[in-house]
């Protein structure tokens, strides 16, 4: 029994690691670190585990959680804590834009089904207008690549991606004990905080969105070989890249200005 939730079955297909260790749930709320009026949403609250102790320090919050058995024995262990309202859905169906409606934006928390987490983040990504801040508990070698600069071997699409719309923290790093079951990897926690609209230079998401994904796609090419037919050479040197330089070499700018030419 996780302290402060309670005990069912896990299920593999729904990517259940349910976190018991009392210091890493701890750092969790301390990172997030809510303040009055906070707008609270936490993604697959599980048994509790990070629900509980949110809701005692705040009082209030929302969860979405897909898996229909997990619903009534957590609604029933958040009597007498806190108001704690349960979205029963698949997080990737829920519009953020309408749960934050014009109450003010959203902080999302989360340790995710990581079999979802690459399509969890560009969710939120599509919604990072009405939300504050991110904490997620994610495998620790997809924060590595979050976060990666260029030039390292795990610098890729989703660097880029989060790195043009959010500034990425990793905060700490959690062993497979600290789960039930335990996961085969390491886990860790990372905070996003999305830029303020001023900040982020892309014109257009879609054809940015092209841009990198060609870009990685071949890794091992040259930008003018992995590029195309998406940006001939010459717009490549218009953007201040060398054509035969390859996507790990180039920053995140250099992907936003690459971006932007017409
Ligand atoms: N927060 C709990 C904890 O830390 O112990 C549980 C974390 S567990 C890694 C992931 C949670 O996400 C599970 O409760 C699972 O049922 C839920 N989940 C899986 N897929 C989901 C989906 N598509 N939408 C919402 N929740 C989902």
Known sequence: MSRGGFSAPAKKSLGQHFLHERSFIDRIVLAVDPQPGDRLVEIGPGQGAITLPLLRRHGELTAIEFDRDL???LM?????VGRLTIIHKDVLAVDFGKLAGDEGPLRLVGNLPYNLSSP????ALAHAAVIRDMHFMLQ???VDRMGAAPGSKVYGRLSVMLQAYCRVTPLFVVPPGAFRPPPKVDSAVVRLLPKPAAEIGVRDPQ???QVVRAAFGQRRKTLRNALDGVC???RIEQAGLRPDARAEQVDVDGFVRLANIE
Request: aromatic letters at 10%.
């Open 71 to 73: 619903i009534t024995p």
């Open 76 to 80: 029933e262990t958040a009597e007498g």
């Open 120 to 123: 969890i983040l560009f969710h």
């Open 140 to 142: 620790k070698e997809v």
């Open 207 to 209: 054809r940015f969105e």
């Open 232 to 234: 001939d050479s010459a």
